[in-house]
């Protein structure tokens, strides 16, 4: 099973509560990019593992022309109507189905860190620009900036090791891993920021449908059952209670911004 197909299976029955409770933490993340990227009426942008499509619905808000591709099915239909008159496809981010070179601006929000090769990921974005295009990806930050990795950590500890090398959402949050591989793939990155989002739920149920519904909260219902993965996320979340008994998690992302690098004109 590819890593596209793996993840789709993950995905697909928790679509509607990602959508509903957990994709929108993310906003000022989401926020942020966009007025970094400045788009124009009548840009065109494709968002690569668009998820339930809450970017592209932002973004065509503004006037942009929006594509987006993701592995499951269940997210895309929820994109497509979120957003009538984008292009929406199920796809893998390693064999992109978009004409080369179309777009003014290609993003992915955590989602290139779960490729089977991000390099090449990132080389089919690259292919999709224009020559005077721009990329945003945007990753987490250190699990040390993440108090929601509590969470994560607990429903990993209820699943198998991982094979060696094997995707997750932190692999390409190290220390001088992201922009390199950016650099290798055929950009010049112009811009690296951070942004934080306050992920906030009013109580345990809320912050178990979010969180449930992510690949690494199917994962675990899948190995243990409904009620010992929510039992693990409750005890895992337990620092994060409020006094009104809702629960916080502060956790900072990364961005960067590239453009495609100009080949060099062949010598004589």
Do not use: H
């Not at 509903?20 to 989401?30: D, F, T």
């Not at 007025?35 to 592209?56: N, S, T």
């Not at 292919?127 to 945007?138: N, S, T």
């Not at 509590?150 to 390409?172: D, I, M, T, Y």
């Amino acid at each position: 099973m590819s890593t596209a197909e793996s993840q789709s299976a993950l995905w697909t029955k928790g679509a509607g509560d990602w959508a509903k409770v957990q994709e929108g933490m993310v906003s000022p993340l989401y926020q942020t990019v966009l007025a970094r990227l400045q788009p124009k009426e009548g840009a065109r942008l494709l968002d690569i593992g668009c998820g339930a499509g809450l970017f592209c619905q932002l973004a065509a808000a503004q006037g942009v022309l929006v594509s987006g591709i993701d592995a499951t099915e269940a997210l895309i239909r929820i994109a497509r109507r979120r957003t009538r008159n984008g292009d929406f496809r199920i796809g893998d981010m390693e064999a992109l189905p978009f004409t080369e070179g179309q777009f003014d601006f290609v993003t992915a929000f955590n989602s290139i860190q779960f490729a089977e090769s991000p390099l090449n990921a990132l080389r089919q974005a690259r292919r999709m620009l224009k020559p005077e295009g721009v990329l945003a990806i945007a990753i987490w930050g250190s699990p040390q900036q993440a108090e929601a990795a509590a969470c994560l950590k607990g429903l990993a500890a209820l699943l198998p090791p991982p094979p060696a090398n094997a995707p997750g959402p932190f692999s390409l949050s190290g220390p001088d891993v992201l922009e390199p591989l950016v650099t290798q793939s055929g950009f010049e990155v112009f811009r690296m920021d951070e942004v934080d989002c306050l992920w906030s739920y009013p109580d345990l149920k809320t912050l178990a449908q979010g969180l449930l519904a992510s690949g690494p909260g199917a994962a675990a219902k899948a190995e243990v059952g409904p009620a010992k993965a929510r039992k693990a996320l409750a005890a895992a979340a337990e620092p994060y209670k409020t006094a009104s008994g809702g629960y916080e998690f502060r956790n900072r992302f990364r961005y960067l911004l590239a453009r495609p690098r100009r080949r060099s004109a062949p010598r004589d």
